[in-house]
C-alpha cells in the first residue's frame, strides 16, 4: 500500500515513515474498497453481473484508482453487451496506470478488429432507434430492430429486456418468456429480468386457467350447400380479337410498364441515394457529438481532479503539521524518561517542559506517563521555569518572563516567588492594572510570607480580602 502523499510503500503504523502524514483512515477506505472487489468477483464468477457491477461501482467511489475493480467492471459489462462503457472504465484505468495494465490488451484486442468495432457502433444505432420506435409505439419495427441487434451482440442484456417487454405487449408471452431466459443465463440476478420473467409467469398460468376460444375458419363457416341451391358456371366467353388491337394492347402496356418504371422505380432510388447520404451525416454528426462529449467529460475529471488534489493538499499539510507536533512530543517524553533513569532530574525536566499540551494525543499510555513523571518532577520542573522566568527578567523581555511564571505556576500553584515576580513583570511592563490584581493575590494567598511583605509594598492601601473588593 503506498502514501497518498508522498508515494511511499506504508508499514503497519498509524503513520508514513517518510512523510510523517496519519494514514489510519486512508487504510480503512483502502481495505474496503478491496473487500468490494473481492465481493464483486465473487458475484461475478457466480453470473450475478448486475450485483457484481454494483459492488465494483462502490469500490470504485471509495479508491476511483482501484485499477482491478475497475479492469474487472469493464469486463463485466462487456460480458452484459455495454461496451461503450467497458472501454470507458478500461480507458480510465488506463490513465491511472500505463504500464503493466491488463486494460491495454482489452483496448487492443477490441480495436484490433475494424469491422467488430463498426459492428458494435451499427448495433448501438440501431438499438436506440429501436428504443425511439418503442416510445413512439411502432412496436412491430422496434422488435424487427432488436432482433437484428441480438442477432450481432446476443449477450446484450438491455435489449433482451426490451423485447421481451414489447412482446409481452403483443400478448405473445411465451416468446417473451425464452427471451427473458436468454437475458438471465448472461446475468442469473437481474432484478428487470426477475421482475419481467415474474410477469410473464403470472399471464402464462392465467391464460392456461382461461384460455381464449379459437376463431372459426371461414371456409367452416359457410352454410352448406341444398338441393334448390343452383349453381351457376363462370361466364367463358369472349369476343373474338383482331392482331391490330393485339399489338395495340401490347403497346399500351409496354408505355404504362415504362411509365410505372419511370414514377415507381426511380423515386425509390433517389430516396434510398437521399437515406445514404442523410445517414452518412448523421454518423459523422455522432462522431462529432461523442467527441465533443468526451471533451467535456475530460474537462470535467480535469477540473476535479484539480479540485480533489487541492483538499488532499491542504489535508497533506493539516496532517503532516499534526504528525510532527505528536512525534516531537513522544521523542521529548522518551528524553524526559531516559533522563529520569538516569536520575538527571534537570535535564528531565527541561524535557517534559517542551512537550506542546495543545496538541491531541490519541494515546492511553502517553497521558498516564506524562501525568505521573510531571507529578514526579514537579519541584524540579517548577524550579526549572522559574529560573527560565529570573533570566528573561533580567534581560528586560518581559512577556517571555511572564509566560515562564505561568508555567511554573500551572505546575506548583503554591509557589509564591513566582506569583510575586509575575506581578513584578506585570509591573515593569507597564500594565499596571494586572500587576496590582496579582500583588493583591499574593498578599492574599500567601500571607505573612516574604513575597506577601513585598507585594504589600505595591499596594500600601490594600489590607487583603475578596480581589473583587
Known amino acids: 500500500m503506498k502514501c497518498f502523499n508522498c508515494g511511499s510503500t506504508l508499514s503497519g503504523s498509524d503513520f508514513c515513515s517518510n512523510c510523517g502524514v496519519r494514514v489510519t483512515v486512508y487504510k480503512k477506505i483502502i481495505r474496503m474498497s478491496n473487500t468490494f472487489y473481492n465481493m464483486g468477483l465473487m458475484k461475478a464468477q457466480n453470473r450475478d453481473l448486475s450485483g457484481a457491477a454494483a459492488s465494483l461501482e462502490r469500490s470504485l467511489r471509495l479508491n476511483k484508482r482501484n485499477t482491478k475493480a475497475r479492469n474487472l467492471l469493464g469486463l463485466v459489462y462487456y460480458e452484459m453487451g455495454e461496451t461503450v462503457q467497458a472501454l470507458s472504465e478500461w480507458v480510465i484505468s488506463q490513465n ?29 444505432k440501431n438499438f436506440n432507434t429501436a428504443l425511439k420506435m418503442a416510445k413512439r409505439g411502432a412496436d412491430d419495427v422496434a422488435i424487427i430492430q432488436l432482433k437484428k441487434v441480438l ?92 392482331g391490330a388491337v393485339t399489338i395495340l394492347n401490347v403497346v399500351i402496356g409496354l408505355l404504362l410498364g415504362a411509365l410505372a418504371m419511370y414514377f415507381l422505380v426511380t423515386p425509390v432510388r433517389v430516396q434510398n ?12 454528426n455522432q462522431r462529432i457529438a461523442i467527441k465533443n462529449s468526451s471533451i467535456s467529460e475530460l474537462e470535467r475529471q480535469v477540473a476535479s481532479l484539480t479540485e480533489e488534489k487541492e483538499k488532499l493538499q491542504k489535508q497533506a499539510d493539516q496532517n503532516t503539521a499534526q504528525g510532527k507536533n505528536t512525534v516531537s512530543n513522544y521523542e521529548n517524553l522518551i528524553t524526559a524518561l531516559s533522563a529520569y533513569a538516569d536520575q538527571k532530574y534537570d535535564n528531565a525536566a527541561d524535557a517534559l517542559g517542551q512537550i506542546n499540551e495543545d496538541v ?24 526549572n521555569y522559574f529560573e527560565t522566568g529570573e533570566e528573561a527578567y533580567d534581560a528586560g523581555k518581559y512577556e517571555d518572563a511572564i509566560a515562564a511564571y505561568k508555567r511554573c505556576l500551572e505546575v506548583d500553584a503554591t509557589y509564591a516567588d513566582a506569583m510575586y515576580k509575575m506581578g513584578c513583570a506585570y509591573y515593569a511592563s507597564g500594565s499596571r492594572d494586572e500587576s496590582t490584581k496579582i500583588f493583591k493575590q499574593v498578599v492574599d494567598t500567601f500571607p505573612g510570607t516574604q513575597a506577601a511583605s513585598e507585594a504589600q509594598q505595591f499596594v500600601p492601601d490594600y489590607k487583603g480580602g475578596s480581589l473583587s473588593e
Open 96 to 124: 491511472y496506470d500505463a504500464t503493466n495494465n491488463l486494460a491495454n490488451n482489452y483496448i487492443k484486442l477490441i480495436q484490433s478488429n475494424s469491422n467488430r468495432l463498426e459492428e458494435m457502433k451499427r448495433n448501438i
Open 151 to 242: 442477432s450481432q451482440n446476443p449477450r446484450m442484456v438491455k435489449g433482451r429486456q426490451l423485447l421481451a417487454l414489447l412482446l409481452m405487449k403483443t400478448g405473445e408471452y411465451e416468446r417473451a418468456r425464452r427471451e427473458l431466459r436468454k437475458a438471465l443465463s448472461v446475468d442469473r440476478c437481474n432484478t428487470l429480468s426477475l421482475r419481467y420473467m415474474k410477469e410473464v409467469e403470472a399471464l402464462l398460468q392465467r391464460e392456461k386457467k382461461n384460455p381464449e376460444k379459437k376463431q372459426k375458419d371461414p371456409i367452416e363457416e359457410r352454410q352448406a350447400l341444398s338441393g334448390d341451391a343452383v349453381i351457376v358456371p363462370p361466364h367463358a366467353y369472349r369476343e373474338p380479337t383482331n
Open 273 to 284: 441515394e437521399v437515406d445514404k447520404n442523410n445517414d452518412l451525416v448523421r454518423t459523422y
Open 360 to 383: 491531541a494525543m490519541d494515546s492511553q499510555v502517553f497521558d498516564t506517563v506524562y501525568k505521573n513523571l510531571k507529578a514526579s518532577l514537579k519541584d524540579t520542573m517548577a524550579k
